[in-house]
C-alpha cells in the first residue's frame, strides 16, 4: 500500500485522536519529516519548536485523526446504477473516467486507505503508487471466485450471460486453485471467495451455500504460498461463516448471520469481522428494486442489526467497510455512525476503521494511528466525533486529507473574523 510522493507537514490548534489512546489531547500538534515520516504527535506545550520553511496547517481547533480505511469497496462498480446497466450502457472510456472519480472521492471523504474486493483492476492500484492518480492506498483482489449459480455467477435469471472477467467459477478444489492462481497472476493482493449467497444476487440467498470447506482452504492455501497473502469471504449466512472461519480466512465480509458459535471462532483464528453496515442501514424503496432483492433485504435488515450488536458486544476483531459500489461512493464514514448505533463507543468506531483495519490488512507497522514512526496519513474533522460521531458521516466536515505528509484536500478556506472550526455552521447529516 506503498505511495511514491512524501512531504514534510507541521498541523497545529487541533485536538488529537491518535488511534491508540483512550482520550484525545485537547490542544496537539503533529510533525512530520521529509520522508512523510511522524516525529512528534502530541501536547502542543511539550511540541519542538516548528523547523523553518515546513508547511504548516492550521487545525482551526478541529479534530485531527488518522486516516481512516475502507476495508471493503468496489470502486470499479456505480453506485448510482446497477452493474447490469453499467455493462450495457458504459462504454470502458467512461468507466474508466468515472473509477477516477470515485477514487478521488473516496480519498477526499477521508479514506487514504482501502481494499477493494472485485471489479477493480490491478492497474488503479499501482497508478495511485506511483502517483498519476489521485485515491486511497489500495489493495485489490481483482476479482471474485464463485461456484456455478453461486454469488459471483453473472449469468442472469434470463440466460444472458454477462461475462464479468472479475466473476470467476470454480466448482471443484482443482478449480479454485486455478481461479485463485489467476487472481494472483493479475497481481491481486487478497484473494476474494464466496461462502454464501448474497442479497443482491438473484440465484441465491444468503443461506446457500457456495464454497465447501476444502475449496475454501484450497484457496487459503494458494494465497499462502505466495506471498503469505490473505483470503477474504463473501459470507451472510451462518453455515457459510463457520465454512469461512473453518477454512482459514483472514476476514468474514458482511456475517449478517453470525452466532455465538461464530464469534467464538473468530477469536480463536484471529480472523476479522468487516460487516458493511452501510447496506443494512440504507433504505431500499420497493417501488425502485425488484421483488427478490427488496424481500431479502426486507428479511436480512433486521436479522444483521441483531446479530452484528452481539459480535460487537462480545469485542469480536471488527475492522471498517462499506461495500460502497452497492452503497454511495463518498459517504464511507457513515460506517462508523452506524457502529455507534449498534453499540460501539465513538473511539471504538474511530479504532475500528484505522488501527483495527490497519492491523487486519497487515499494514499497522506503518499506518492506522497517529504515533512517531507511523507515516502521516492523517485526516481533520470539523467538531469534535467523539461528542458527535455523526459529523464524520458529512464529506464536507473531513476538511484535510493528507497521505504520507502531502495534503490531498485543505477546505481551511475560513474567513478572518473566524478563528475556529466551532464557530462556522456545520453541516447536517444527510439522511
Excluded at 457513515?334 to 488501527?355: F, N, S
Excluded at 483495527?356 to 512517531?372: F, Q
Amino acid at each position: 500500500m506503498d505511495i511514491d510522493r512524501r512531504s514534510a507537514l507541521r498541523v497545529h490548534n487541533v485536538r488529537l485522536i491518535d488511534g491508540v489512546e483512550e482520550t484525545a489531547v485537547p490542544d496537539a500538534v503533529l510533525e512530520a519529516d521529509d520522508d512523510g515520516r511522524i516525529t512528534y504527535a502530541g501536547p502542543a506545550g511539550r511540541a519542538p519548536a516548528a523547523p523553518r520553511g515546513i508547511a504548516t496547517i492550521d487545525g482551526r481547533g478541529g479534530t485531527l485523526l488518522p486516516g481512516f480505511f475502507d476495508c471493503h469497496v468496489h470502486l470499479g462498480m456505480p453506485s448510482n446504477q446497477s452493474v447490469v446497466e453499467q455493462a450495457l450502457m458504459t462504454n470502458d472510456v467512461m468507466r474508466v473516467i468515472q473509477t477516477v472519480r470515485r477514487l478521488r472521492r473516496t480519498l477526499e471523504s477521508g479514506i487514504t486507505s482501502a481494499r477493494d474486493l472485485g471489479a477493480l483492476p490491478a492497474a488503479y492500484r499501482d497508478a495511485v503508487t506511483g502517483g498519476e492518480l489521485a485515491g486511497p492506498r489500495l489493495q485489490v483482489s481483482v476479482g471474485i471466485i464463485s461456484h456455478t449459480g453461486g454469488h459471483a455467477d453473472s449469468t442472469l435469471p434470463s440466460g444472458l450471460h454477462l461475462d464479468f472477467d472479475f466473476c470467476v467459477l470454480a466448482d471443484d478444489v482443482r478449480e479454485v486453485r486455478l481461479a485463485a492462481r489467476r487472481m494472483l497472476r493479475d497481481g491481486a493482493d487478497v484473494i476474494k471467495i464466496c461462502t454464501t449467497g448474497g442479497i443482491s444476487s438473484a440465484t441465491d440467498d444468503p443461506d446457500d451455500e457456495d464454497l465447501l470447506e476444502e475449496e475454501v482452504a484450497a484457496a487459503v492455501d494458494e494465497a499462502r504460498r505466495h506471498g503469505g497473502r490473505p483470503v477474504a469471504a463473501h459470507a451472510q449466512g451462518r453455515a457459510g461463516i463457520l465454512t469461512a472461519i473453518r477454512g482459514g480466512v483472514r476476514s468474514v465480509e458482511h456475517g449478517f448471520g453470525i452466532d455465538d458459535q461464530g464469534c467464538d471462532l473468530l477469536g480463536e483464528r484471529e480472523a476479522f469481522l468487516v460487516p458493511t453496515l452501510q447496506t443494512v442501514f440504507r433504505p431500499l424503496e420497493r417501488s425502485k428494486t425488484s421483488p427478490w432483492r427488496y424481500e431479502k433485504k426486507r428479511r436480512w435488515n433486521e436479522i444483521t442489526k441483531q446479530n452484528i450488536a452481539i459480535a460487537i458486544e462480545r469485542k469480536v476483531n471488527i475492522a471498517a467497510g462499506t461495500d460502497a459500489g452497492i452503497t454511495p461512493h463518498g459517504n464511507n464514514l457513515a460506517e462508523l455512525a452506524h457502529l455507534v448505533e449498534l453499540g460501539m463507543t465513538p473511539m471504538d468506531a474511530i479504532r475500528a476503521a484505522t488501527v483495527n483495519s490497519a492491523r487486519m490488512l497487515e499494514v499497522d507497522d506503518r499506518l492506522g494511528s497517529l504515533r512517531p514512526g507511523m507515516l502521516a496519513d492523517l485526516v481533520i474533522c470539523a467538531g469534535d466525533p467523539l461528542q458527535d460521531i455523526n459529523l464524520l458521516s458529512v464529506p464536507e466536515n473531513i476538511v484535510v486529507v493528507a497521505q504520507q505528509g502531502v495534503v490531498r484536500k485543505n477546505a481551511l478556506s475560513l474567513g478572518p473574523s473566524v478563528k475556529t472550526l466551532e464557530d462556522q455552521p456545520l453541516l447536517e447529516r444527510t439522511s
